[in-house]
């Protein structure tokens, strides 16, 4: 007999938004993510959507092997509460019952004042050169984190703000250059469904720039899929350390830099197997062993 499928964890549901181009404004992607079933014979998970409201018929929309526990759903229109189950099936064709139920909603650029007011970037303050601090408000108790970048979409995002369930958050991002940048919040309710802001917008400029005493450290690609090569970490200190965390604090891997800027992760454990999607984060120690940065990772498996 199969035991409940595992209930989707917030570890997994911190996947659940994925880097578009901002061509496609109206629409955005999903990752579901779970943790895999601890019976053996397990062939199939089945991934059920429903829209607009939770007392909808769930029908199944696809699914995925027993070694897959990613689902990506694209095209996912703005405006529209979006609410997904996912069932496990073994090899007697006995099914398990629904795991917990999560949900979407993606606010339109055209959405009405209140709309927007469920999530919604409501202040962008410059404390220095290249750093700013958003604000983001919710109508509901939630954490989460801003996503940003230029013309090719969404491709960085800022530290958790993860403290406490709160109403109004605020991040710092950093070592942006004169250019637009494009933002949106993302806010996890306590039962971890999630809601996006609509896009907003930030025009950095200059004044006198201050020479850096040392290049800034530089992460990507953000979010990163091991399946399309390593993680890149840039400007490391000399004689320094990239180690690589959970987002529980559990150290995954731990690179030393020596005499090289520039060092790679290939998405992998201590163990060489590869990590489970979820939040990650890379710590930079310098040559004495002091933490210099921390940057998070978004660890995408597709």
Not at 68 to 93: C, D, E, P, Q, W
């Amino acid at each position: 007999m199969i035991r409940k499928t595992t209930v989707i964890s917030i570890a997994s549901l911190l996947l659940l938004l994925i880097s578009i181009p901002l061509a496609a404004q109206e629409t955005t992607e999903v990752l579901l993510s779970w943790p895999p079933n601890p019976e053996p014979d397990i062939l199939r998970y089945i991934v059920f959507r429903a829209p607009d409201t939770l007392t909808a018929h769930f029908a199944a929309i696809d699914s995925v092997n027993a070694s897959t526990f990613t689902y990506t759903n694209s095209n996912i229109n703005k405006g529209v509460y979006y609410y997904y189950r996912l069932k496990a099936k073994n090899g007697t064709g006995a099914m398990s019952p629904y795991s917990n139920p999560v949900s979407i909603f993606a606010i339109p650029q055209n959405a009405s004042t209140s709309v927007k007011q469920r999530c919604q970037i409501t202040a962008r303050t410059k404390v220095g050169e290249g750093i700013y601090d958003v604000t983001w408000s919710n109508t509901f108790p939630s954490i989460g984190f801003v996503q940003y970048g230029g013309s090719g979409g969404f491709t960085q995002m800022s530290a958790w703000d993860n403290a406490s369930y709160a109403t109004t958050h605020t991040v710092r991002i950093s070592g942006l250059t004169p250019a637009t940048y494009y933002l949106r919040a993302t806010a996890y309710d306590s039962q971890k469904n999630m809601v996006i802001s609509a896009i907003d917008t930030l025009v950095v400029t200059s004044n006198t720039p201050t020479p850096l005493s040392a290049p800034q450290l530089s992460v990507y690609p953000v979010p990163y899929n091991p399946g399309m090569g390593n993680f890149q970490i840039e400007n490391l200190p000399e004689g320094g350390s990239a180690t690589i965390y959970s987002e529980s604090g559990v150290e995954v891997n731990r690179i030393e830099a020596g005499n090289n800027a520039l060092v790679s992760w290939d998405g992998t454990n201590t163990s060489g197997s590869r990590v489970m999607s979820g939040v990650y984060y890379v710590v930079i120690k310098d040559a004495k062993d002091k933490v210099v940065d921390k940057r998070p990772i978004m660890v995408v498996n597709k």
